[in-house]
């Protein structure tokens, strides 16, 4: 059997572990011969040497063009000579020789985060016959007439599982539906290294340049200054070690978390006990560091999955829905503060540790029944309904 993996993204740790995860699900079934995987972005991709995972060259989007693109929509098959016919060509050759196309599992592209590139490698694979299915991924409406009308339409002809009860109730809002399950990601296995026990985690985000949600009411500034006292006076009391652990791959990212290192030491952390895990420049090393970690404060969404299917206490920086109904389904909702409102943020946060800390024991065991045996198998059900079931240690 032949998958086509579409709109696999690559910019971030939390991606390339909910795409791991659903090739090692899918290979382990014993029936899938090649995974071809189309990204969302030009760098990095699954971390796998598996050689039925491959990634086609000559089929992205740049270089298909937006003149040939609106040719190809416009037309019934009429289409330009050219360079960016050929990778139309490939693309749609991709499409039509796979058994199954699975849109891989990711946040709301469909939805607030609107990404035209996502939808229109979607439109593709609708117009070659192909039906998408979507891997426990959030929908939701973007706020874009146009864009909302042309998802709903691919959405229509598509086979949808939903990682959040949100996406399911707005699903049934346009007369859709969808079964739930959790993130992706949770199939993967737990490590087993030991825990260091001075050693506090912290993944912070930078939301005010990029978050729909905190363009008009930024949270930066209650990160760097309120949350940070906290982290700060938590640690020294306790006796931990700060680690900055980075989640993404980008300039901006490295900038903020010097911000915050600088923001730590400031409010009372020793310098000498405040640091940023520059080694860490692939999932494996990040997924080490948390598993490791005695206590992980997580501000970005998968820092949370990851923590939770290591039984790693967490607390969470909540940033939008996906992180609430991630922390509910865990039954964790305790140990979630929410960013969206900065006048209690900082004794939620204040409370959250000292639980997690006063809990680990009972957290870590609670994690680990809920992952074991609940979470794993259910992040398998879209591969098993489709004749797929893995042969993974569940």
């Known amino acids: 059997m032949k998958i086509l993996l579409v709109n696999q993204h690559t910019s971030n740790f939390g991606d390339d572990a909910a795409g791991l ?26 971390p796998t040497a598996d050689e039925r995972v491959r990634r086609p060259e000559g089929v992205e989007l740049k ?101 959040d009860v949100a996406s399911q109730a707005f699903l049934r809002e346009v ?62 009391t306790e006796g931990l070690r700060i680690e900055i652990l980075p989640h993404l791959r980008s300039a901006g990212e490295v900038a903020f978390n010097r911000a915050v290192q600088a923001a730590l030491i400031a409010a009372g952390a020793p310098a000498g006990a ?22 992980v404060i997580g501000g970005r969404y998968h820092s949370i999955v990851l923590a939770a299917k290591n039984h790693r206490p967490f607390v969470a920086l909540s940033y939008e829905n996906k992180m609430q109904e991630v922390c509910r389904y865990l039954g964790m909702e305790r140990l979630r503060v929410d960013l969206h409102h900065p006048a209690t943020a900082g004794r939620e946060l204040r409370s959250s540790l000292e639980t997690a800390l006063r809990e680990e024991c009972s957290i870590s065991e609670t994690l680990r029944n809920v992952v074991l045996f609940r979470l794993r198998s259910e992040a398998a059900r879209p591969l098993s309904d489709f004749g797929l079931t893995p042969r993974m240690a569940f």
């Open 274 to 295: 405040v640091i940023i895990r520059g080694d860490i420049t692939e999932l494996s090393a990040y997924d080490s560091a948390i598993a490791s970690s005695r206590l």
């Open 175 to 236: 007369g859709l539906d969808a079964p739930t399950g959790p993130d992706t990601a949770f199939a993967l296995p737990a490590r087993h290294g030991g825990v260091r026990e001075d050693v506090l985690s912290f993944v912070p985000s930078e939301l005010d340049s990029w978050h729909p949600e905190f363009r008009e009411n930024g949270a930066n500034s209650l990160i760097l200054g309120t949350l940070v006292d906290e982290v700060a006076r938590f640690a020294v």
């Open 21 to 46: 995860a659903f090739v090692e699900m899918a290979l382990s079934s014993g029936r899938v011969d090649s995974i071809d995987v189309i990204y969302n972005g030009g760098e990095g991709g699954i």
């Open 63 to 163: 270089q298909i063009g937006v003149f040939t693109l609106a040719v190809y929509f416009a037309s019934m098959g009429l289409l330009v000579a050219g360079c960016g016919r050929r990778a139309l060509n490939g693309f749609r050759d991709l499409v039509r020789s796979a058994d199954l196309v699975f849109v891989a599992p990711c946040g709301a592209n469909i939805g607030i985060y609107r990404s035209w590139h996502f939808l229109v490698r979607l439109l593709i694979v609708v117009r070659e016959g192909g039906r998408p299915i979507f891997h426990l991924n959030t929908l939701g409406r973007s706020g874009d007439w146009l864009f909302d009308r042309i998802a709903l339409s691919v959405l229509r002809r598509s086979t949808l599982y939903v990682r």
